[in-house]
């Protein structure tokens, strides 16, 4: 039971690991619609910059350092790969995406030697944690739960979105109705004192 007990809170942790590049994924595509292959080779020059920035800064200042530089390479990525191709054949656009993707890869592959690194210490995030029989890494049932609250509150934005842009036509029309029910109304009236003047000037004359 603790082998299977371990193994299925590793499956779900690395489930939940391809759920969120996958969320990443879907994002993307349904933005701009591209097929970004570079985007787990980002996570991978993250995960990098952390293992060095770590090194030699402190963890209060390391993370936020990683989470701007990792920003900052998801804009250059697609200011200078990907925008200037935006009306071009997709093909084209596909070709960049795996381009980037080499291009970060042998990038990480020179920075490292090929060779495995040690992933820094972070506080309570890599304690152990025992459940049943099985111990494990508080990461390890941390990123199930975390992927659980990203895909919700994915949903639930979009459902708002959707429920306020649908508010904003239904306005929108009922705006328009009104407006066009006010000028007809003005237009009628309009008419009709014109009509009377017509009708009084021209009775006048007899009198």
């Known amino acids: 039971m ?3 007990f371990s193994q299925l ?6 489930g939940s690991i391809y759920a969120l590049i996958a969320l990443g994924y879907s994002m993307v595509y349904g933005i701009i ?3 970004n292959f570079a985007h787990g080779d980002v996570f991978m020059i993250a995960g990098l910059i952390m293992v060095y920035a770590a090194a030699s800064l402190p963890l209060y200042i390391a993370i936020p350092l990683v989470l701007v530089v990792t920003v900052v390479i998801g804009f250059l990525i697609e200011r200078v790969a990907y925008k200037p191709l935006r009306s071009a054949p997709r093909m084209s656009v596909m070709i960049s995406a795996i381009g980037v993707s080499y291009l ?6 020179y920075v490292t030697g090929g060779l495995s690194k040690m992933y820094p210490t972070i506080p309570f995030i890599s304690d152990s944690a025992t459940i049943g029989t099985a111990t494990t890494k ?3 049932l941390i990123t199930p739960v975390l992927t659980l609250v ?9 459902v708002v979105v959707l429920v306020v842009v649908v508010v904003l036509v239904v306005l929108g029309v009922f705006v328009v109705v009104v407006v066009l029910v006010v000028v ?6 309009v008419l009709d004192v014109v009509k009377r003047q017509a009708a009084a000037s021209g009775s006048s004359p007899m009198n």
Do not use: K
Not at 9 to 14: C, K, M, R, V
Not at 104 to 109: E, P
């Open 33 to 35: 619609l591209l097929l």
């Open 104 to 109: 970060l890869q042998n990038l990480a592959l």
């Open 150 to 158: 990203l895909v919700v509150v994915l949903v639930v934005v979009v």
């Open 184 to 189: 007809l109304v003005v237009v009628l009236v």
């Open 9 to 14: 809170i590793n499956g779900l942790s690395l």
């Open 2 to 4: 603790t082998v299977f």
């Open 138 to 140: 508080m990461v390890t």
